[in-house]
């Protein structure tokens, strides 16, 4: 089923009589399968309101991310949060929404300066279970009210409500970017240097380590007189870990980084993928448990993972302060392993009030397990 509009989405989820599966462009196929009728929200899809000066934008939750990023383009001006494509690690086809990025809370190693989708979410329109349409937040930042229920929506997967718009704040595009490089770092120094890069005055927005080509990659980004004196600055604080390299080409900066936030590293190879939100200080040691490849991004507190296939990588690690997620495996490992980070008894409760108060027949992505 595809609703083109906001009415109709409403009345497909009230005269439900079993469960529904939601879509957006089908990029994003993490987690056990949902069994249910489709509805795709592809329909929905449009900018509806874009105001530059206000730095604002509202869509249609069914509009392609592509066309979103390149309405703001053509107006000098980007989503802060650098949203991951998935297809490149996942092989998946179809094109990511703006609903989706929402929907699972989407972002890339800018996070680690800008926040993550939810952090530029102002407001949104969705349909619960009940059929239901909920606004809350606002179009403009001046108008803005409510954002506890706009930030529970970013990351809630469909088992809430189905999106039908969002409303997000944006920033100017930086006119310059630069990437340093060290090279030959151990686990335990390449996070060092990251977290003096990011402890510096000199504004560093992405910090990620790739152990296998031997490279710690620092980004900073701005006017170009600023960006050619932060990085001399900041190769100066480095020098104690080695000479840094300073890459000045835009071109190429925006292809480095546009790797990392897929993991291209990890794309059409054998094995299964996990992504572990941690604390920075821990990450050279879990590392080394992990027993596969690794990539850290933001300066250490995101781990992928490459392990063999059928790894249940939570057991094999145990206790550790954060979460685990399976982003990629097949069918037989998602069905074994539940794919999100089971929650503690306190929050699951509070999920499972939630999931009761906006969906109290059950029928949105059921079986899905957020974490």
């Known amino acids: 089923m595809t609703p083109a509009d906001e009415k109709e989405l409403s009345e497909i989820v009230a005269g439900a009589t079993g469960p529904l599966r939601v879509k957006g462009g089908g990029t994003r196929a993490i987690g056990r399968a949902i069994v249910g009728e489709v509805v ?46 998935h297809r490149v690690l996942l092989g998946t086809q179809g094109e990511p929404t703006i609903g989706g990025v929402v929907a699972a809370n989407v972002s890339g190693p800018r996070r680690i300066q800008a926040g993550a989708a939810r952090d530029s979410l102002i407001g949104l329109r969705f349909v619960d279970g009940r059929g239901t349409v909920i606004k809350n937040g606002g179009r403009v930042m001046k108008n803005v009210t409510g954002y506890d229920l706009v930030k529970l929506m970013a990351g809630s997967w469909g088992t809430l409500g189905i999106l ?105 190879r054998t094995g299964d993928v996990w992504r572990l939100s941690v604390k920075p200080s821990d990450a050279p040691a879990l590392a080394a448990r992990i027993g596969g490849e690794v990539i850290f991004d933001l300066g250490g507190g995101l781990i992928w993972a490459l392990v063999a296939e059928g790894t249940d990588l939570r057991a094999r690690l145990g206790d550790f302060a954060g979460h685990a997620t399976l982003i990629r495996a097949d069918a037989a490992t998602r069905a074994r392993i539940v794919s999100f980070q089971p929650e503690p008894a306190p929050l699951a409760a509070i999920a499972a009030r939630l999931r009761a108060q906006f969906d109290p027949r059950g029928i949105l992505n059921p079986g899905l397990m957020i974490g």
């Open 40 to 85: 795709s929200v592809a329909g929905l899809r449009g900018v509806e309101l874009y105001e530059p000066g206000a730095l604002t934008i509202v869509a249609r939750a069914g509009t392609p991310l592509a066309e979103v990023e390149a309405v703001l383009a053509a107006e000098g001006q980007r989503l802060p949060f650098e949203p991951m494509d």
């Open 164 to 268: 039908s718009e969002v409303a997000f704040k944006v920033l100017p595009a930086p006119a310059a970017a630069a990437c340093l490089s060290l090279t030959g770092l151990s686990h335990d120094r390449a996070v060092a240097a990251m977290s003096a890069a990011l402890g510096s005055p000199f504004e560093v927005n992405g910090a990620a380590h790739l152990p296998q080509t031997g490279q710690t990659l620092l980004r900073i980004e701005g006017f170009a007189t600023s960006v050619a004196y932060r990085a001399e600055r900041l190769a100066d604080l480095l020098a104690p870990f080695g000479p840094a390299a300073v890459n000045h080409d835009g071109a190429a900066v925006a292809a480095i980084w546009r790797d990392l936030r897929d993991v291209a590293g990890f794309a059409g």
